[in-house]
Structures are given as structure tokens and as C-alpha cells.
């Protein structure tokens, strides 16, 4: 998309020797620094996108809100996003890219997309909804037409209906029930988040007390639709959702089975297209917890490859989920990994790999692991960086990297947005695309938030409208989508994209 | 000093294709795999030097301290290094790092040499010495044969000697001035230092208090062979001071000019190194403030040339100080910054640029137009990585960036260590040195500190002996030293270094 990092130096060079040649030349040319800041500024993402009249409108608009923006005293991006979000809501540059068409969000989990409060609000409101709480102060949910059988080291189960009418104060049991299925909280987050360690395992929790309520056939097709409505109406007209297909369950306590997820996300995907006809449709990739041994690895890839054979269109590939530093590195995997290759299967994968702050020891090495095993791209690649020889790789072979500023931030890897590594890779024009990893677990809505720690935190001054298209394009570029499908979808974009400048610079 | 860093992955490439034309290999060959881990390992800072088997075996050693330090809940280098500090004095990993023969401090300013504890009990105990009280709560200090004239702005003077003699707890009188004298503070440095202007600005009112004290002529003599004791004892050979060669006075109130101060640094320096004759050499950096106007630094420029040209053995050359953001940019001054050149006259500049998180501002530029200034080294270049041309040109031209973990941390533009920029300068065997820039105002001593930020922290598990031993041999091959000289220090720093290794490996 644009020249590597490594040629206009060599320009540059060319331009320092040119006018030591010529010489005599006592402060240095303003010409040549001239130039080189130039150079500089066309190698970052977007660098190099010719704008129309009404973009050079727009982005002189742009440039302006963000330059006041960044003399605030309390800058959103230097902030933690919890105690940023009410800020950066009310910032005119976040209403701007609310109405931006962002193209893709390729890196978002599917137990993630909604909001809690519509979880609590309509889901635990449901008939036939039983709560009981853990031994270790989390909640978990079923929906059942009997009442269930005791679950081990939980609470007696209680039907929500019945405790809501024993209540005094019913809004205080539903923030309570929130605030165990969200990391989101009003107090200081560094106090209660101090490590790492600990909002890992609060993040598990919220999706373990997430489970039985989304899990259950009428919510999760519910849960599917509003959720591609969220992203929806925050101008996101395509996604690559990641799930682990969990089997889901009736009232009867019947359960089905992957292939039925699948299908039930296929239909929900045509009921949301046939009512938006300008969505421009989702792709699933299958994922598994990367606890799990050997044997259960393999399996799993036996049965990714049954989907993608089954389901070519909607299946993009096979990748691992939970935390890296607790689960087993790619290469130990290596075996199971290999199978399709073996079997001469296509079976794209979209590996996480490098979401790590600790570099040199075995999980850090997933990063060259996740290219040499063909990745089509790298989830958060955080790491990237630290590793020279896999980011000449990714580059080289256009293997995007998934970055998800605010998931970032609230696992504690950075804690000013503005020191993000990825502020390299967008100076470099590094193949990248912005993604939400998991909205609803942090507060958050569809794409827009990630969009703005990412131009207005890392992207800093110098981002523009180019970049902000650049990276709307890469997310269709960089897609499962083939070819084809990716010009369609980039002519669809382009048409809001024509519509949207020309609203907005009006 | 090794391959630049496109060099490697066109080989790594070459070895990919390589093994997809050979073929047939479900999982990636491990070989390549192993190949490119050590690949990339070279490319590291030390990655190609060959160790001896004793330096084996210290290497070996430090692995396992490492490795112990760093799965540590209270991991130094990710803590503010105030609170860190103790628990750094405690780490056997610092103990080596104390021993270690490590070259030259190529950043450090001279009013910052010594220990704030030794300025408070040896320098304000010496007779004829006043304080009085700022409006702004900060101190100043004469020394003076008669009672000294008032300060505007400041409280009638008072001499030490009584006021300590009417005081009931001198200890206390003594900890006030320590505390005024150093940023360093037991209480907690968030809550202390909330943002980079309050830090900034008691920093330099650090420097305002100590000012009295240490230009008085026989205690600048004393506080600079301290100062010289305390590196020396930290295992450092050589120095290059930055200096605004302060104006001296004597107790009748008669000054010195900035000729009479180099020829003090002079003369302190050959009895030093009299008395330590392994000790190679301090050279000396004029600086001035980067707040002056341009008629002002027109002077100060002339004035270094004639210094440069009168002591051509200890004046390496040119420098600005103060905080980037509130000067103005090196651009601004291009003029006076050009004389040097029009003339014919070498000043060698080592400019400070890019210690600062802001990006796309004009103090920005100042990284670009230090190259474009011919500048000898950076002096912190924090921004660099978000200046690719830059970090290519200071790469390509051997232009090495002063590395100061403390400061920057302290000065508060990078909070966890691990996270330091400077990290990926090292996985890439970028030029650069390590300093300490003003260890007494951060409660620091000589270099070790410094150095066990970079080698536990942003090197990573990585780092290993040949890193260091790679960071103490820059530190004399990017230094101002003629090439005859460095040949003569590295001699002696390898006759230290053999010794050392030796000695630990027993």
C-alpha cells in the first residue's frame, strides 16, 4: 500500500549528500528539512492519500479539535478509559468519528458485543431466569423450565423473578448484577484493578456469568441481532467476530451443537441484512480457550476445519482466546496446528500472539510462532515492537495487526494511550487495522472509542482524515473477505465514505 | 558496529522461501524456527559478541538472577523508581552491576553529581552561610564575608551557623534543605509530582537553591571532586559533564568568568585523576538555558567557540538545557546554531531532543533538525521511534542517543520501565548509550541505577552480558574522545572489565 520504511531513507540520505556536495550552505536547507519532514509525514498510515477539496475541509476541522483537545488539562487518551469515556463522549471529534463509516471491526469477541445494561434490563427480566452466587463473589445465570439442579461451589438458585419481588430496591440488585458482567466501574480503577493478574480474572468472570444467559437459544439469537445493531448504528458496516460456539441449551435443558451456533448466527446475520440492506455481513472465526491440552486441541482443529469445509462463507478460520502468560504457547500446539496443512485443508488462522508486556520468555516468542504458522493476521500484536524480525515479516507479507487500544489499556499493558506502541506502527504505515476486542466488557459501544484513542492518543498531531481513512480501508483490505467480495465492500464504503464528508464538511 | 537492521530480515526471508520451495513440512521446520529466534537474538545490542567461558558462566549467573527478579510481584523496574529504590540497593543482579566496569556517563549535568546529603551536611555546615525563603517555598542559599545584601523575592537572609544553634532539631532544619535540594521524597511521587509541569518546574527550583551553594569557589572545587569520587566508585572511568560553567565567586562577594570555572574543572580533574590514575578523564559540555533569546545565544555560541578553540583537550562542545517544551525550538535559534559552520570553527554540538511525549509540535522537530545540525549525539531522543526518518539518520550517520531511564521516568514521561522506548533501540542495536543525567536530584548515585533500569527492565530477559558489555563499550566508541584516545580507554576498560569478570565468575 505504500513503500517499506526502509526506502525514503535512502532518499534521504541521497538529499544530505546532494547539499554537502553543493556545500557552502552554513544553516542547514530549508528545502531539505523541509523535505524531510514531508517524507517523514507520507510514510505514516494515510501519508500518501490525496484528499478531495471537501476532505482538506474536513481535515483542517479535524485538526483544529484535536490540537484544542490535546491542551486540555485532562487529556481523554492520558486517562484511564473508565474514568475518560464521559470526557471523550462529549468531545466533537468523537462525534465525528461516530458518524464515520469505519469499514470492518475485525477483532471482536461475540459474548462482548451488547451492552450490559440491555443485558441486565431484558435478559434477566425474562421468564424463567435463575441467579445463584459464587464461592468466589461472582453470579451465574440459567434459564430453566424446572428449577435446576444445585451447581457446584454456587448459591442455592434463586428465580430472579421471585428474588426482584422479595427486593426492596430492585435498581441496586440490577447494578449489582452489572457490575458482574463488566469490568466498567465508577470507582478508581487502579484500585480496583492493581495488577494485571486481577483484571484478568475479574475479565473471565464477567464471561462466565455472562454464559448462562447468552447461551440460552432465544437470547443468544436476541443478543447476536442487537449486538450487529450496535456496530450498526456506530457506522461499522462489517465484521470478523471470534466465538467459541458454545453449545447452546433450551428450556428443557436440551442442548445443540456447534453447527447449530454457527447456523443460528447465519440466520441472525440475513434477518439483520435483509432489515439493513447496507450491512455489509459478518465472518466468524472459531476459537478455543488456549487452556486446554493436546487432545482436546486437536480435536478442535479437526472440527474447525469440518466448519470451514461446511460453511466456506461465513467461516473465516480457527484462533486460541484467554490470556496468554496463563495458557500454553503456539509451538507447544505445534502438532495439532499442523494438521491442516497435513490434510491440505485451508483453515486461515487469526492467531492472538504477542498481548504480552513481559518479552524473552515463551509466550513472547507467539509472535513469530503465529507468522511462521501462515497467520492471516495478528490479534493485538502488542509486542510487535520488541520483535524486529516478526515485524519485518508482518509488514513484508501484509499480515495486518489487530490493534485494540482500550482493551489495552483496561488489561493494564499501557497506561497513557499516546505511548501505545502502535503510534510506531501508524508512523510507519505498518499493515494495522483498530478493533473493540471486547466493547461491553470495558464500557464501551461498537468502534468508535478505539477510533479515538487511536487518532487522537497514539495517532497524535500528525494522524489526519488520511490516516482515519487509511485504516477504514485496511480493515476492508486486510479482511477474510476474498477479492471480490473485498471490492463490493469497499464500493459500498466508499459511497457512505463520499456521503459522510460531504455531511459533515458542509 | 553491526548489520543495520534491514539487513537481517532479507536473509530471513530468503531462509522462508527457502524452506517452502524444499517443501512438504506440515509444522514449520523448527530449524528455521530456531534460526530466526537466533536471528533475531543477534540483532540485539552485544547479540553478536563472542564471550569467553568465564563470561559464560557470569552470564549464566545473571539469567537466573534475572529471571528470579523478574517474577517478583514488586518488580523494580515497574515501579516509580523512589519506591524502587531499596529494593534495587537489595538486588544481587544491582551488586554486579555496581562492579561492573562501565565505561563512560556521557549525560550527566554538573550540578547534579552529588549526593544532596553530603551538600547539606559538609556544605551548609561550612561557616559563612546564609539561607532565606522564596515566595514560592523553595530556598537560597550565599556565602559571605559580610551580611549578605537582601534577594528580592525572597525573606531576609539568615545565617545557618545561628539559626541552627537556635534551633531545637537541627536534624529537621537539615531534612527541610535536603528535601529542597533533591526531587527524591518518601512520600508518595504521584501524589508529589501530579503531572510533568509540577515536576518540571520543582526541578528546577532544585537547581536555583543548590546554585548558591555550589558556585561558591572552594565548594565547587570540593563538590565536583565528589562528585567525580562517586562515579568513580560506581566503577566509571570517564565523564562528560554538561556544564552552563557558572559564573564562581568568593567570599567578598568578587566573581570569576566562565574561563576561570573550566580551569577549576580542569585542575580538579588532573588531581583527581593524579590520585586515580585509572580514572581516564572528564570532558566538558557548555550548555546554556534553551529559554534565552537569540541575541543571547549568539553570545554564548561565540562563546564556546573561543572555549573550544582555548581548551581543545576538555571541551567536547555544545549543548541547551531546560525543559523542550518550554524553550524554543533548536529551529528558532538556526542562526547562532550556524555560526560555528560560516566560520569554519568546530563546535561540536550534543544537543537534547525529543524528551517529550508530545508528538506532531514544533519541539518535536528538534529531533530532526539536531541531525540536520550535525549534532554528535541526542541527548535523550525519547520521541525517537516516532521519527522514523530521524532514527534512520541517527542510525545510518552512528549518531548514538543518550539513554536516561531514571530521569525519564522521574520526569515523568514513561511510567513502567519495562515500557521505555528505548527497549526497541536495544532489541535493535541502535547506537545509544546509557546515562544518568541528574542522579542527586533523583536520589540516584553514579550509574548503576541506570544501568539496572535498562539491563532488568526495558532489556528485557533478553539482555544478556554481551548487551552489556555492548553498552559499556558504545559508551566510550560514541564518545568525544579522538580516536587515539578511545583506542587508550578501551584498553583500559577491557584490562577492568577481564578483571571483573574473573572475579564474579570465581
Same mark, same amino acid.
Given at each position: 500500500?505504500?513503500?517499506?520504511?526502509?526506502?525514503?531513507?535512502?532518499?534521504?540520505?541521497?538529499?544530505?549528500?546532494l547539499s554537502c556536495l553543493t556545500g557552502g550552505l552554513s544553516i542547514p536547507d530549508?528545502?531539505?528539512?523541509?523535505?524531510?519532514?514531508?517524507?517523514?509525514?507520507?510514510?505514516?498510515?494515510?501519508?500518501?492519500?490525496?484528499?478531495?477539496?471537501? &476532505?482538506?475541509?474536513?481535515?483542517?476541522?479535524?485538526?483544529?479539535?484535536?490540537?484544542?483537545?490535546?491542551?486540555?488539562?485532562?487529556?481523554?487518551?492520558?486517562?484511564?478509559?473508565?474514568?475518560?469515556?464521559?470526557?471523550?463522549r462529549a468531545s466533537p471529534i468523537f462525534s465525528v468519528l461516530q458518524k464515520m463509516?469505519?469499514?470492518?471491526?475485525?477483532?471482536?469477541?461475540?459474548?462482548?458485543?451488547?451492552?450490559?445494561?440491555?443485558?441486565?434490563?431484558?435478559?434477566?427480566?425474562?421468564?424463567?431466569?435463575?441467579?445463584?452466587?459464587?464461592?468466589?463473589?461472582?453470579?451465574?445465570?440459567?434459564?430453566?423450565?424446572?428449577?435446576?439442579?444445585?451447581?457446584?461451589?454456587?448459591?442455592?438458585?434463586?428465580?430472579?423473578?421471585?428474588?426482584?419481588?422479595?427486593?426492596?430496591?430492585?435498581?441496586?440488585?440490577?447494578?449489582?448484577?452489572?457490575?458482574?458482567?463488566?469490568?466498567?466501574?465508577?470507582?478508581?480503577?487502579?484500585?480496583?484493578?492493581?495488577?494485571?493478574?486481577?483484571?484478568?480474572?475479574?475479565?473471565?468472570?464477567?464471561?462466565?456469568?455472562?454464559?448462562?444467559?447468552?447461551?440460552?437459544?432465544?437470547?443468544?439469537?436476541?443478543?447476536?441481532?442487537?449486538?450487529?445493531?450496535?456496530?450498526?448504528?456506530?457506522?461499522?458496516?462489517?465484521?470478523?467476530?471470534?466465538?467459541?460456539?458454545?453449545?447452546?441449551?433450551?428450556?428443557?435443558?436440551?442442548?445443540?451443537?456447534?453447527?447449530?451456533?454457527?447456523?443460528?448466527?447465519?440466520?441472525?446475520?440475513?434477518?439483520?441484512?435483509?432489515?439493513?440492506? !447496507?450491512?455489509?455481513?459478518?465472518?466468524?472465526?472459531?476459537?478455543?480457550?488456549?487452556?486446554?491440552?493436546?487432545?482436546?486441541?486437536?480435536?478442535?482443529?479437526e472440527e474447525a476445519m469440518k466448519l470451514q469445509k461446511d460453511f466456506p462463507h461465513?467461516?473465516?478460520?480457527?484462533?486460541?482466546?484467554?490470556?496468554?502468560?496463563?495458557?500454553?504457547?503456539?509451538?507447544?500446539?505445534? &502438532?495439532?496446528?499442523?494438521?491442516?496443512?497435513?490434510?491440505?485443508?485451508?483453515?486461515?488462522?487469526?492467531?492472538?500472539?504477542?498481548?504480552?508486556?513481559?518479552?524473552?520468555? !515463551?509466550?513472547?516468542?507467539?509472535?513469530?510462532?503465529?507468522?511462521?504458522?501462515?497467520?492471516?493476521?495478528?490479534?493485538?500484536?502488542?509486542?510487535?515492537?520488541?520483535?524486529?524480525?516478526?515485524?519485518?515479516?508482518?509488514?513484508?507479507?501484509?499480515?495486518?495487526?489487530?490493534?485494540?487500544?482500550?482493551?489495552?489499556?483496561?488489561?493494564?499493558?499501557?497506561?497513557?494511550?499516546?505511548?501505545?506502541?502502535?503510534?510506531?506502527?501508524?508512523?510507519?504505515?505498518?499493515?494495522?487495522?483498530?478493533?473493540?476486542?471486547?466493547?461491553?466488557?470495558?464500557?464501551?459501544?461498537?468502534?468508535?472509542?478505539?477510533?479515538? &484513542?487511536?487518532?487522537?492518543?497514539?495517532?497524535?498531531?500528525?494522524?489526519?482524515?488520511?490516516?482515519?481513512?487509511?485504516?477504514?480501508?485496511?480493515?476492508?483490505?486486510?479482511?477474510?473477505?476474498?477479492?471480490?467480495?473485498?471490492?463490493?465492500?469497499?464500493?459500498?464504503?466508499?459511497?457512505?465514505?463520499?456521503?459522510?464528508?460531504?455531511?459533515?464538511?458542509?
Open positions: 500500500m505504500a513503500a517499506s520504511p526502509q526506502r525514503p531513507p535512502v532518499a534521504v540520505l541521497l538529499l544530505v549528500l530549508p528545502r531539505l528539512r523541509e523535505a524531510l519532514i514531508r517524507l517523514e509525514d507520507s510514510m505514516q498510515a494515510g501519508g500518501k492519500m490525496e484528499l478531495t477539496d471537501a &476532505e482538506k475541509r474536513l481535515d483542517a476541522l479535524l485538526l483544529k479539535m484535536k490540537q484544542e483537545e490535546t491542551a486540555r488539562a485532562d487529556f481523554p487518551p492520558a486517562m484511564h478509559f473508565f474514568k475518560a469515556r464521559d470526557l471523550i463509516p469505519k469499514g470492518g471491526a475485525l477483532h471482536v469477541h461475540d459474548l462482548s458485543m451488547v451492552d450490559v445494561e440491555w443485558v441486565v434490563k431484558n435478559v434477566t427480566y425474562r421468564p424463567h431466569c435463575y441467579m445463584c452466587f459464587t464461592d468466589n463473589r461472582s453470579i451465574r445465570f440459567i434459564f430453566s423450565s424446572q428449577w435446576p439442579k444445585p451447581r457446584p461451589g454456587c448459591s442455592p438458585w434463586a428465580l430472579l423473578e421471585a428474588l426482584r419481588a422479595k427486593t426492596k430496591n430492585a435498581t441496586d440488585l440490577d447494578n449489582s448484577i452489572m457490575n458482574n458482567l463488566t469490568l466498567f466501574t465508577d470507582q478508581d480503577p487502579e484500585v480496583v484493578y492493581p495488577s494485571q493478574d486481577v483484571v484478568w480474572d475479574r475479565f473471565e468472570q464477567t464471561f462466565q456469568a455472562l454464559w448462562g444467559l447468552v447461551t440460552y437459544t432465544p437470547v443468544f439469537r436476541d443478543y447476536f441481532y442487537r449486538g450487529l445493531g450496535q456496530f450498526y448504528t456506530d457506522n461499522v458496516m462489517y465484521l470478523e467476530v471470534r466465538s467459541l460456539l458454545p453449545e447452546l441449551y433450551e428450556l428443557d435443558g436440551s442442548t445443540h451443537d456447534k453447527t447449530f451456533t454457527l447456523k443460528s448466527y447465519q440466520d441472525v446475520t440475513e434477518q439483520f441484512t435483509a432489515n439493513y440492506p !447496507d450491512f455489509f455481513g459478518v465472518r466468524f472465526i472459531s476459537t478455543v480457550h488456549r487452556g486446554v491440552n493436546m487432545s482436546v486441541m486437536t480435536e478442535v482443529v461465513i467461516m473465516a478460520g480457527f484462533d486460541m482466546v484467554g490470556r496468554e502468560e496463563n495458557g500454553r504457547p503456539l509451538w507447544y500446539f505445534r &502438532e495439532a496446528l499442523s494438521l491442516p496443512q497435513e490434510r491440505g485443508i485451508n483453515l486461515p488462522f487469526f492467531f492472538h500472539a504477542g498481548e504480552t508486556d513481559l518479552e524473552g520468555t !515463551d509466550v513472547d516468542q507467539n509472535l513469530l510462532d503465529a507468522l511462521l504458522f501462515n497467520t492471516s493476521r495478528i490479534g493485538h500484536g502488542f509486542a510487535l515492537l520488541r520483535h524486529p524480525v516478526a515485524k519485518d515479516l508482518s509488514r513484508k507479507s501484509k499480515v495486518a495487526v489487530e490493534v485494540c487500544p482500550v482493551s489495552n489499556q483496561v488489561m493494564k499493558l499501557v497506561k497513557d494511550l499516546r505511548n501505545h506502541p502502535a503510534a510506531v506502527l501508524m508512523l510507519e504505515n505498518h499493515p494495522l487495522v483498530i478493533s473493540s476486542d471486547d466493547p461491553a466488557a470495558f464500557g464501551a459501544v461498537g468502534l468508535s472509542y478505539d477510533f479515538y &484513542e487511536a487518532f487522537v492518543g497514539f495517532g497524535g498531531i500528525k494522524s489526519h482524515l488520511g490516516s482515519l481513512k487509511q485504516l477504514a480501508m485496511n480493515s476492508i483490505r486486510y479482511s477474510s473477505l476474498s477479492p471480490q467480495h473485498q471490492e463490493k465492500a469497499l464500493a459500498l464504503w466508499n459511497t457512505k465514505w463520499n456521503k459522510f464528508v460531504s455531511e459533515i464538511a458542509r
